[in-house]
């Protein structure tokens, strides 16, 4: 399009055309709309400036898409805000502006303008449903440009077509948002599910519904979904194997290998060997090449346990491993590539071992990308019931038994012992209880290591008898020594006979029965 001589300056009513308005219909976004619109007005009409501001979404401020730069609605030191507040356009030249208007970020854009040109501040309210503002367009020229467009029909059409489009496009992009919001919200929830599903699944091998460890299955499922450098600390006997078995079997590498070894049980001389493998003569005894478990967990998982037992120099050469996949066999000329992911454990404090320079502080921290701590029993103690069913069923399976209950009584006596070794420990007792069950027969509190002794007839001291019973000055509920003392002896007896109650009984010259209504009676097998 031509531009039309000074002296006929007015908006050319193609302007709001076809070719004008398909290069508007043809914006993507809003902002793209304001960019296109201004550019249009001020190549087609020959101005200084145009530039187009939008009312973000409070309807508080006016901003611009080329900066950061806000209008305050309300502030009147802007010709923006007097354009907005009474709806109809302004005009007034740059040198009056400068006097009469004040606002630091008006003023910046007044700064390269020359005081005989004349602004025009045009609000632009949507023309379709609510009739809220959009913003306000900024046209910076010659008084004569100015002036043919106050009436001029073109620019009425170009004028209604902007702010059609801009209500069109604004709506489009608020129901993008949301759909996006939406899909995001929905990802989120089917992405929580699906974990809980996976955790839901762990809890087959990492037993127990206490909190912790429900907790500790879904920091394993997230661990599992990374390829991070995975540090398992706790106590002895917390089952940190076990989670990391489960790291390796929720994993991407569940289908490579998972190889594991315990730092602690080879001897320093062995576990270089051991871990990057040797070629044929590299030390004396080394007749014939051999793969370390490095090359051996290629593609899969490498577990090492009690890490905090392996000397620094083979610390550095780790390190090495971890951070380029690059290691050199004992022996070997070449260095060699593996590409796998380690999970290491300790019950040690690592940062005490820094301190006393026994562990590198930089292995600590490459080990430690994805840190799970793995809770003692103790914390845990609600668990004990269904770990040691669990570790029943386990010892009727390996050792042909028949299926071996467990009675109340002894239930209540495993959930109130302490538990130094955790899980370990545990699972040692039960086995134990299970071999001194007879067939047929339910566990019991007499079956558990520990409380033969403590259910033996007292032993005389210096608050007790020598027949062991207590001092008559020490008792103040006669009903209650009695029964300690009953309970004992009936302990006491059903260890002797290994829990056969029908010898007990004759034993104790009690009928069977008697018997059973007793042991009722002292809880020493119902709850």
Known sequence: MTLPAASQHRLPVELAGMPLALTLVESSSTVALRKQAAQLLQEHLGLVMAECLYVEGSGRWLGRDSDDLQFDCADFNHPYAHAIR???PLTLSVADARIRLDHPGFQSQLA????????????????????????????VGQPTILAALANDPGMVAFEALLCRLWSRLAREQGERQRSQVLKDS?????????????????????????????????????????????????????????????????????????????????????????????????????????????SQADGGTLFLDEIGDMPLALQAKLLRVLESGRYRPLGASEE????????AATHQPLREQIKQQRFRADLYY??????????????????????????????????????IGITPAALRLLHRREYPGNVRELKNIVDYACAMTPEGAD?????????????????????????????ADDIDDLRQALRDVE???????????????????????????????????????TK
Request: aromatic share 4%; with cysteine; net charge positive.
């Open 186 to 294: 929905l990802a989120k929830l089917n992405d929580g599910a699906r974990r809980q599903t996976l955790a839901d699944q762990l809890a087959d091998d990492l037993l127990g519904q206490s909190s912790v460890m429900q907790i500790l299955r879904r920091h394993v499922i997230r661990a599992a979904e990374t390829n991070l450098a995975v540090l398992l600390q706790g106590d002895t006997g917390t089952g940190k194997d076990c989670v990391a078995r489960a790291i390796h079997q929720f994993s991407g590498r569940s289908s490579g290998p998972f190889m594991a070894i315990n730092c602690a049980a080879i001897p320093e001389a062995l576990l270089e060997s051991e871990l990057f493998g040797h070629s044929k003569g590299a030390f004396s005894g080394a007749d014939h090449a051999r793969e370390g478990l490095i």
């Open 366 to 403: 490459r080990l430690g990308q994805f840190p799970i701590t793995v809770p003692p029993l103790s914390e845990r103690r609600d668990d004990i019931a269904q770990l040691a069913q669990s570790f029943i069923a386990d010892f009727c399976r390996r050792e042909g038994r028949d299926e």
């Open 443 to 471: 566990i019991d509190a007499y079956s558990l290591p520990g409380e033969q002794q403590d259910t033996a007839s007292p032993q005389p001291s210096a608050t007790t008898t020598p027949h062991g019973l207590p001092l």
């Open 487 to 525: 309970s004992a002896i009936i302990r006491q007896r059903l260890c002797r006979f290994g829990g056969n109650r029908a010898q007990a009984a004759q034993s104790l010259g009690l009928p069977k029965r008697t018997l059973a209504h007793k042991c009722q009676l002292l809880e020493l097998d």
């Open 86 to 88: 009474s709806g109809k």
């Open 112 to 139: 390269a303008l020359k005081g005989a040109l004349q602004l025009h501040v045009l609000p632009l309210r949507a023309v379709d449903g609510p009739r809220e503002w959009l913003g306000a367009l900024l046209l």
């Open 336 to 343: 060699r590539c593996a590409d796998l992911r380690l999970v």
